[in-house]
């Protein structure tokens, strides 16, 4: 179709003489269409039209396979693709597939190490505009997006979406390999990397891999002292804010993750994930060289320092190396004096938790760990160990 209406500035042709107009205002700057309750400019009439619906939260177009509302026909569009297959937008890098470009543009920083947009509150750099907007939420506690099931707050509107899932039961996507299914796509895509063993995020510093690129930043402080995320209750800090909400747990007594089988509760799923596998007598990771065999790959990885000899884990103080990181955590607290762990029956403090636990079996008399020979019982499992060579 001919275009004779030619820009001056750059050359693209129009159809009509108003088309060309409205692109101008993409040269000078010109924005004439004013949102009267933000200020906010466009250069089209049907923009301002589609932003006043912010204001409103009116959602005219609905998607006929889910019932989900949406404030423009665009993303309706986008979002259609959810219940397709079709991603058109493949990553040249990595052949990821998106289901619009705005997307791939975005994922395709994941490429690069630049990062332009500095947060003036604190040293954080960040690839694109819109995450710097998103992280500066973490300094201001601005959550803008509300659910309307429980009122709990989040920072994006991503969030918000997979936050709702909660409320229903419903998982629609569905792994080919196995019988597991998902709440959200991303689920989905993060579960089937373990079938791959797929793990495109590299570390630059030590090579591990990664499934997400979000495990990779959170990997990366590993290789750095930075601990901004400090304790209200006590002195300790930690290198991410997770680890930190993890952390008040023990100051608050919060378990929020409950085992169905025995109704143990726990500070964070991952514990509660590990510790079911206590209900299975399956130990499908072996040991190459021995005989032994575990139930997860976390403890396979730990037992395997044995035949290494590797102790990655160094206290700072007086050198002693470990084989994990809890115990570290659990030694350096013979370089103070601090006991944080009160007994509410006696004057008694304790280190760790464990010692706790294991003192109050003196109160309550629990002797949970039986010699299989006798039927003898025990408030620890050493005193047990120490029992058990009488029938040797």
Known sequence: MEKPWECEDCGKGFRSPSLLEIHWRSHTGERPFTCPVCGK??????????????????????????????????????????????????????????????NLLSHQLVHSDERAFKCSDCEKSFKTKIDLLRHQRVHTGERLFTCSMCGKGFTQSSQLTTHLLIHTSKRPFKCSNCEKSFKSRNSLMRHQSFHTGERPFTCSVCGKGFTQSCNLTTHQVVHTNKKPFKCS????????????????????????????????????????????????????????????????????????????????????VCGKRFTQSSNLTVHQLVHTNKRPFKCSDCEKSFKIRNHLMMHQRTHTGERPFTCSVCGKGFSDPSNRLKHQQVHM
Do not use: W
């Open 41 to 102: 400019g466009f250069t089209i009439s049907s923009q301002l039209k589609t932003h006043q619906r912010v204001h409103t939260d009116e959602r005219p177009f609905k998607c006929p396979d889910c019932g989900k509302c949406f404030k423009s026909s665009g993303e309706l569009r986008r979002h259609k693709l959810v219940h397709s297959d079709e991603r058109p937008f493949t990553s040249s890098v990595c052949g990821k597939e998106f289901t619009c470009s705005a």
């Open 233 to 316: 209750d006590c002195e300790k800090s930690f290198k991410s804010r997770n680890q930190l909400m993890m952390h008040q747990r023990t100051h608050t007594g919060e378990r929020p993750f409950t085992c169905s089988e025995c109704g143990k509760r726990f500070t964070r799923s991952s514990s509660l994930t590990a510790h079911q596998v206590v209900h299975s007598d399956k130990r499908p990771y072996k040991c190459s060289d021995c005989e032994k065999s575990f139930k997860t790959k976390m403890e396979l990885m730990i037992h395997q320092r044995i035949h290494t000899g590797e102790r990655p884990f160094i206290c700072c």
